[in-house]
């Protein structure tokens, strides 16, 4: 079987959008080397659910501008990065075309709620409020950092040296609930700056407006070394704060689509497949052992 497409088009609003904002890194086309090949598993594409079969395409809601995560290429339209490779590689795997689509990050689990994608994929950390709305196949784990001014000049390094900071973050994040956690032990408050996407969170940084952003350690990394931007930001340190599971989001009553992602994420893991791609977008420390579902920790552990 050919390969399946990386990504498809996303909306040309939120593409303009995230242009227009000029400070996000946007991935590379694609990540150095060929992915290993994957051959169909026939009894895995026959689990698949009929409906699935029949329409021969899984649709992945997707907020791309989370690099090296998902991000739009350099033409402005298709989504790039591990988890449209991933994605596109289960779709090798299950015999069908695994199509991202770009979408509001906040909106993410309503839109599966309302049957509007199969599936959601976009960086999303399995919570027990989350779960709430939809099982998560775990795959990925990740813990939010501290992306501050390159030369750091208001000396912020750890997550108390934000308050009586401005922070800006992606709405509907993690990161959210992380800050007002934080606010307890502070003396002043932290000015939480809540934007649409976290390429609107850089802009803040970038042009003075927020004192630091915290996002997830891989976009962080990638923000602070890539060369088109790492003269502006700057990694505070390696510290990831509650670190938690990435999980691919499908809708509580499509139980026999979850159970085979689940196996066939598994599959890739066991064949070295899944390290192999992680690696080559320099993202491997995130890897995990097991695929699991639904396996939020607790917050703040």
């Given at each position: ?12 609003v ?5 242009v227009a904002?000029?400070c ?7 990540a ?17 659910p ?16 989370y ?8 033409d402005g ?14 779709g090798?795997l299950?015999g ?13 689990l ?12 976009s ?8 779960e ?6 775990n ?5 939010s ?10 000396g ?11 922070v800006a ?9 992380l ?18 996407t976290?390429?609107d969170?850089l802009l803040e ?6 004192d630091a952003?915290v ?6 990394v990638?923000?602070?070394t ?14 990831q704060?509650?670190?938690?599971l990435?999980?691919i989001?499908?809708?509580p009553d ?7 992602l ?20 320099e ?19």
């Amino acid at each position: 079987m050919t390969r399946t497409r990386r990504a498809v088009a996303g909306t040309a609003v939120l593409a303009a959008a995230l242009v227009a904002a000029g400070c996000g890194a946007a991935a590379p086309e694609t990540a150095a080397g060929p992915a290993a090949a994957v051959a169909v598993d026939e009894e895995l594409h026959a689990a698949l659910p009929a409906d699935v079969r029949a329409a021969g395409v899984l649709t992945v809601a997707n907020d791309p501008s989370y690099p090296p995560a998902s991000s739009f290429g350099p033409d402005g339209r298709t989504i790039v990065g591990f988890e449209p490779d991933l994605g596109a590689t289960l779709g090798d795997l299950l015999g069908v075309e695994v199509r991202f689509e770009a979408a509001p990050f906040d909106t993410l689990l309503d839109d599966l709620a309302a049957d509007r994608f199969d599936l959601v994929m976009s960086a999303v950390t399995d919570t027990a409020e989350r779960e709430q709305q939809a099982d998560f196949v775990n795959y990925f784990r990740a813990g939010s950092s501290i992306v501050v001014a390159r030369g750091n000049p208001l000396g912020i390094h750890e997550l108390a040296g934000l308050c009586g900071r401005s922070v800006a973050v992606e709405a509907g994040t993690v990161q959210v609930g992380l800050l007002e956690r934080a606010q307890a032990s502070c003396a002043q408050r932290i000015d939480l700056h809540e934007l649409p996407t976290n390429d609107d969170a850089l802009l803040e940084l970038r042009t003075g407006r927020a004192d630091a952003v915290v996002a997830d350690y891989p976009p962080a990394v990638h923000v602070t070394t890539d060369p088109r931007t790492q003269n502006s930001y700057q990694l505070v340190s390696d510290t990831q704060y509650e670190p938690g599971l990435y999980g691919i989001a499908v809708a509580p009553d499509r139980t026999g689509l979850r159970d085979v992602l689940t196996e066939a994420l598994q599959r890739l893991v066991d064949d070295g497949v899944y390290q192999e791609l992680l690696d080559r977008w320099e993202v491997g420390h995130g890897a995990v052992d097991a695929i699991t579902v639904n396996g939020a920790l607790p917050a703040g552990s």
